[in-house]
C-alpha cells in the first residue's frame, strides 16, 4: 500500500506566474535547472511553479507519499522535478509569504524527495490579475527518491506549450520595479533572499 501521509488544500497566492516550493533552512536546489517543462523548473534555491495567471490565488494540494505513486488522472499538465530537503520541511508559498497553511512535502524527514506537479486550469485567464475566484488548480505528490532530471510527463495545455516554445532567459519576468537600482527592487531583493534564508 501507497496511502498519501497527511494530505491538504488551500489557496496559494501566485505572483510574476509563480509560486514555489522552499526550505526554510536552506536551498532545495543548487542549480537552475534548464530542462524548460513548462510548469515546475529549480531557481535562485527554491522550486519554481509556473501559473497561467500573472497575479492571484490558486488551489493547491499537497499530497507527500512513502514511495512512488501513479500520476493523478483528470489533469492537463503534468511534470516532475527532484529536490533536497535539509530540514525535512519543505513547504508551498508565494514568493514574498509565508508558507501556505498545508502539510510538509519533505513528511520522511531531511533528504532528497521527487515532486510531481498537477496543472490543471492554466489556460483559463493568462496574464490575468487577481480574480473573483481562483481558476486553476495544482496538485503536488512527493515522495523520496535520489535526485534524477527533471521529466515533462503529460503536455497537453495551451500556457505551458507557449511558455515551452520561448528561450529560457525569456520567461522571467521583469519589472522596473524589480531593479536592484531603486529602492523598491533592493527591498524585495532583501525579502526574496530572506525567504531562502539567504541574510547575506
Known sequence: ??????????????????????????????DPDASHTGLVAADGGAIEVTTGIHT???HVTVEPHSKRPNPA?????IAEISCNSPSGELF???SMDDPADLPSLAHQGPGSYRLRVHARGRDRAVDQT???EA???YLIQSWPAAPQDALLVQPTDTYGAQVRAQPA??????????SLDTQIGRER??????????YS
Do not use: K
Request: net charge negative.
Open 1 to 30: 500500500m501507497n496511502e498519501p501521509a497527511r494530505t491538504g488544500t488551500a489557496l496559494v497566492h501566485a505572483e510574476y506566474h509563480l509560486f514555489q516550493i522552499t526550505d526554510p533552512q536552506g536551498p532545495v536546489a543548487d
Open 56 to 58: 492571484g490565488d490558486v
Open 73 to 77: 488522472q483528470g489533469w492537463e499538465e
Open 92 to 94: 508551498v508559498t508565494s
Open 130 to 132: 487577481t480574480l473573483d
Open 135 to 137: 481558476v486553476e488548480s
Open 169 to 178: 532567459e525569456d520567461t522571467i519576468v521583469v519589472d522596473h520595479e524589480d
Open 189 to 198: 531583493d532583501i525579502l526574496r533572499r530572506a525567504g531562502r534564508g539567504d
